[in-house]
Antibody
Framework: QVKLLQSGAALVKPGDSVKMSCKAS????????IHWVKQSHGKSLEWIGY????????NYNEKFKSKATLTVDKSSSTAYMEFSRLTSEDSAIYYCARDNSWGQGTLVTVSS | DVQMTQSPSYLAASPGESVSISCKAS??????LAWYQEKPGKTNKLLIYSGSTLQSGTPSRFSGSGSGTDFTLTIRSLEPEDFAVYYC?????????FGSGTKLEIK
């Protein structure tokens, strides 16, 4: 079945960057776009953007355009999101998602 | 961006009862609305998309209705496994946007 397996929790310092992964299995990776979503503690969900694994084409939420970079490695069926210049506001759970499947989330904590 | 207003934010009900959750869009999104279920320790589950189309595997006690700006998720005859957080999300245009969530708890 379709599975999106995300990388583990990360503790990072303010100003640093973090790169998280989302490994897909159970389907042809290049057939479906991958979305990334942010969930701040106790809050709702924000769409960050998507990447088309086939073409590498991306579409970002304006709010995250200078913050997030989406890439893929087709050889390993893995999508990546790098979040840069981290602040406490970036502490959240980050999800990758396909049309009908979500990853389990990666908790990012920004703290000195 | 399309603002999604979801209500109520909290709902208490008993197994066997029926409940409804409302989601209102700040402008017309045609029928492009999805409903997701969030439960601790499980990945988010797509229940309904395009307003009323049940995702494969979604029990028939779930139903979605609405078009334009007003949408409703109805769960008939609640089962114990239905107590969770529910989010609506519009998929009519980018950026995709979500409602604030409804926590459904056992009374």
């Amino acid at each position: 079945q379709v599975k999106l397996l995300q990388s583990g929790a990360a503790l990072v310092k303010p100003g640093d960057s973090v790169k998280m992964s989302c490994k897909a299995s159970g389907y042809t990776f290049t057939d479906y776009i991958i979305h990334w979503v942010k969930q701040s503690h106790g809050k709702s969900l924000e769409w960050i953007g998507y990447i088309n694994p086939y073409s590498g084409g991306t579409n970002y939420n304006e709010k995250f355009k200078s913050k997030a970079t989406l890439t893929v490695d087709k050889s390993s069926s893995t999508a990546y999101m790098e979040f840069s210049r981290l602040t406490s506001e970036d502490s959240a759970i980050y999800y990758c998602a396909r049309d009908n499947s979500w990853g389990q989330g990666t908790l990012v904590t920004v703290s000195s | 961006d399309v603002q999604m207003t979801q209500s109520p934010s909290y709902l208490a009900a008993s197994p066997g009862e029926s409940v409804s959750i409302s989601c209102k869009a700040s402008k017309s999104i045609n029928t492009y609305l999805a409903w997701y279920q969030e439960k601790p320790g499980k990945t988010n589950k797509l229940l309904i998309y395009s307003g009323s189309t049940l995702q494969s595997g979604t029990p028939s006690r779930f139903s979605g209705s609405g078009s334009g700006t007003d949408f409703t998720l109805t769960i008939r005859s609640l089962e114990p496994e239905d107590f969770a957080v529910y989010y609506c999300q519009q998929h009519n245009e980018y950026p995709l946007t979500f409602g604030s969530g409804t926590k459904l708890e056992i009374k």
